[in-house]
């Protein structure tokens, strides 16, 4: 029998007592289904990873709200235990999440699912490549008790909540790690949090700057004394990482989890570095700014350009696995990219970011290589001035 992975919520030794008793319940729900215009559905939720559980989530309300789902009575649960409790508590304020309905759920889906129990939510990917999120209004928020308890433990870290801060998140292998889950199959997307130092002592000397994320390699290697290292402080708790994540001025990361709290439930500003793979950015909003790694043909020994990255398959591609047997590595940003994308957002989001007609032309040939490609998606999110005026590879 295959093992269940850690964060799988073990209901096997329950099952002799649980099915006798719901077995005829879904069979009844069955039945009710094929004669009610108002089905009864049980739907499970993926919260074993952050990023899912708000970008999943989001994108349902979202269809929701916008009237493009038929009428059913639903019910949620969730078959793994929650990434982040003090988010799923959030999501209960606007969704029925009900564990008591685990067991009845498990029986219909052992049976097929018999029209009652779906996984379509767990299997959402939650990119909202309509970009629903521009057009709808956002869906949850935080009690006031949440916000009093966040604001003190703000504080109790060294960080005034009614002022500017810029939370920091870096990939790197340590969270899959903790799960037991193998970690050199997507290593390309990690990063290296120390070539973000002089972006992040920039951004100190006018903002207060937090290193975030559950696990973490090991400690930042600065000592300027706006930049605290939250996720090595000790005092991390699950409600701050979500505030922290929604209140920001804008957050910094590399395109992983965190951040979908801010851009996606919260509706805030996100910058996303080193970012890969490429062919990812459709699903990003329209008060995101990105840029990304590069990626380097060692055959023919030059970056390729975006219109060999596209048409090749490539841009889709962030393994070893994928990119090794052809010869493709990827280069990370350098400290100055980095730096240099930070100045660009903060300027933007302060009003002073000044656009020529030149960065508007090479903006607009950076996008039409991707609407050549997917004509039909839609690209809102911004790609930094400064990497395309520097990388001519990526307007060829």
Not at 26 to 51: C, E, H, Q, T, W
Not at 111 to 131: F, I, K, P
Not at 339 to 368: I, N, P, Q
């Amino acid at each position: 029998m295959a093992s269940q992975p850690k964060y799988r919520i073990n209901l096997r030794p329950y099952r002799i007592l649980y099915w006798p008793v719901f077995l005829p319940v879904a069979l009844l729900l069955a039945l009710f289904n094929r004669i009610s215009p108002i089905p009864f559905k049980i739907y499970n939720i993926r919260v074993d990873r952050i990023g899912q559980m708000a970008a999943n989530q989001e994108e349902f309300f979202c269809q929701l709200e916008l009237g493009m789902l038929p009428k059913e009575f639903r019910i949620f649960v969730h078959r793994d235990h929650p990434s982040n409790r003090a988010l799923l508590n959030i999501l209960k304020r606007s969704m029925r999440i009900n564990q008591l309905f685990l067991p009845l759920f498990d029986v219909c889906r052992k049976l097929g699912g018999l029209g009652v129990s779906s996984m379509e939510l767990c299997q959402m990917h939650g990119d909202d490549a309509m970009q629903l999120a521009a057009e709808a209004s956002q869906h949850v928020d935080f009690t006031q008790a949440e916000t009093d308890e966040a604001k003190r433990q703000c504080q109790a870290i060294g960080i005034d909540p009614d002022k500017p801060f810029i939370p920091t998140l870096c990939r790197d292998s340590s969270y899959l790690s903790s799960l037991k889950e193998p970690t050199d199959e997507d290593s390309y997307r990690n990063s290296d949090i120390n070539t973000f130092i002089p972006a992040l002592e920039h951004l100190a000397d006018n903002f207060q700057v937090l290193r975030v994320g559950s696990v973490v390699e090991g400690p930042l290697n600065t000592q300027h004394p706006n930049i605290i290292d939250y996720s090595l402080s000790g005092n991390r708790t699950e409600l701050l990482d979500v505030y922290l994540a929604a209140k920001c001025h804008f957050f910094l990361s590399t395109g992983t989890g965190l951040d979908t709290i801010t851009s996606c439930l919260f509706r805030k500003p996100v910058l996303y570095v080193n970012l890969t793979p490429v062919g990812a950015v459709y699903m990003f909003k329209p008060w995101t700014m990105f840029i990304p790694k590069k990626y380097f043909d060692q055959k023919k020994d030059r970056y390729l350009t975006l219109s060999e990255i596209l048409e090749s398959g490539v841009a889709e591609y962030y393994t070893p696995r994928e990119l090794n047997p052809l010869g493709i590595v990827i280069h990370d940003n350098t400290p100055e990219e980095i730096t240099e994308a930070v100045k660009e957002m903060t300027a933007r989001l302060d009003g002073t970011w000044e656009e020529t007609e030149e960065d508007r032309a090479l903006h607009e040939k950076f996008w039409s290589h991707f609407k050549k490609q997917h004509p039909k998606l839609k690209y809102t999110v911004r790609v930094g001035t400064s990497f395309i005026r520097n990388n001519p590879s990526w307007l060829e």
